[in-house]
């Protein structure tokens, strides 16, 4: 069972922070396919401070998404506190998680994100600073270390758990790998020896089977998935199941993923507006589009979409195209 700070998960399955990705319409679809836990995407510290309208939309959580966790980012102790405290006074997230992992350019120059990998001792300091301050428990999640000469990765879940952290997600690469090559699982098993406090593992789940041998190898207390995620929140269905009882589920029909997605696009126009939640979806159709046969045209044809009805007419249209040919299959 997964349990951080006073915050107890039902299952031991998390989704991750995936920025420009995990607003509140797309943490919803996922937990109602039995997430334990949804991270919201990472906010800036400066952005809450300051009252940026765009960044303070990114702070809503529908009440359905609970448990969940929301990121924060920043480089100074001063507003990395204040928006700290404003996210556990002024909303309805159960944890408040420190981005420790972002390895853009634009974060890390910002003294934020995979910066702080470098260095326990900042760790140890802005990580107390906003444990002192809030109520709410404060997680952190990293990556194993900058590049393969700088990886920290126990001395930093130390310095995060000397601090007061509740928890700390480990994502099995180096800020320098970004999200290329193999994510190395060792590393996750010697954090998860060397601190008390819940650590969640991530990197290279993508089946269920994945997520099974990362908690075996690795003793980790949850499991961490992104990517495998997007267009997918069946994966987290799947997954959910086989810990449960060793069950593997089948695929869902096209159908079933076209009417997710519609629901999904659907919330994202409720929570933005049709034109900006439109331009979205074209990323979020073309995964959930992936690996269906003869898709070629629809992901095309995505791009070209400007307004529900287009999406609709456009994924209902493979479908009714797919189960006719399934029909006459059939009837051969």
């Known amino acids: 069972m997964l349990k951080i700070g006073d915050v107890v998960m039902s299952n031991p399955v998390v989704l991750a922070p995936m920025a420009g990705v995990c607003n509140s319409a797309f943490r919803l679809t996922v937990k109602e396919f039995g997430a334990g836990l949804v991270c919201a995407e990472m906010v800036s510290d400066k952005g809450i401070v300051l009252k940026n309208k765009k960044t303070m939309n990114m702070l809503y959580i529908d009440e359905r998404e609970n448990p969940l966790s929301l990121q924060i980012f920043g480089g100074e102790k001063k507003t990395l506190v204040e928006a700290a405290q404003f996210v556990d006074k002024n ?10 992992g972002c390895p853009v350019p634009k974060i890390t120059k910002c003294d934020a994100g995979a910066k702080w990998l470098l260095d326990p001792n900042k760790i140890y300091e802005m990580v107390s600073a906003v444990t002192d301050a809030v109520d709410k428990p404060v997680t952190v999640k990293m990556r194993t270390g900058w590049d393969d000469d700088h990886i920290f990765a126990v001395e930093n879940a130390l310095a995060v758990e000397r601090a007061g952290g509740q928890a700390v997600s480990v994502h099995g690469r ?6 290329e090559g193999k994510a190395d ?6 954090v998860k020896e060397a601190v008390k406090i819940s650590v969640i593992g991530n990197g290279d789940v993508e089946t269920p089977l994945d997520a099974e041998r ?3 190898e690795t003793g980790v207390d949850g499991v961490m998935i992104g990517r495998a995620a997007l267009g ?14 060793g069950e593997l589920i089948g695929e869902p029909s096209v159908r079933e993923k076209m009417d997710v997605c519609i629901l999904h696009m659907d919330r994202l126009i409720a929570l933005k507006n ?6 979205e979806m074209r990323n979020h159709a073309a995964w959930y589009l992936k690996g269906i046969k003869g898709n070629a045209s629809a992901r095309k044809g995505i791009n070209e979409c400007h307004t529900r009805e287009d999406v609709a007419h ?7 195209e797919i189960e006719a040919k399934e029909q006459n299959i059939q009837m051969v």
Not at 185 to 190: E, F, G, P
Not at 232 to 245: A, D, F, G, H, K
Not at 274 to 279: L, Q
């Open 274 to 279: 049709e034109s900006v939640a439109v331009r």
């Open 314 to 320: 456009l994924l209902y249209g493979l479908v009714d």
């Open 232 to 245: 997918n929140p069946w994966m987290i269905y799947q997954t959910v199941r086989y810990l449960e009882t």
């Open 174 to 179: 180096t800020r320098y790998q970004k999200y």
């Open 214 to 216: 990362m908690l075996q």
């Open 91 to 100: 909303t309805n997230a159960d944890i408040i998680d420190i981005n420790m």
């Open 185 to 190: 699982w060792d590393i996750i098993r010697q």
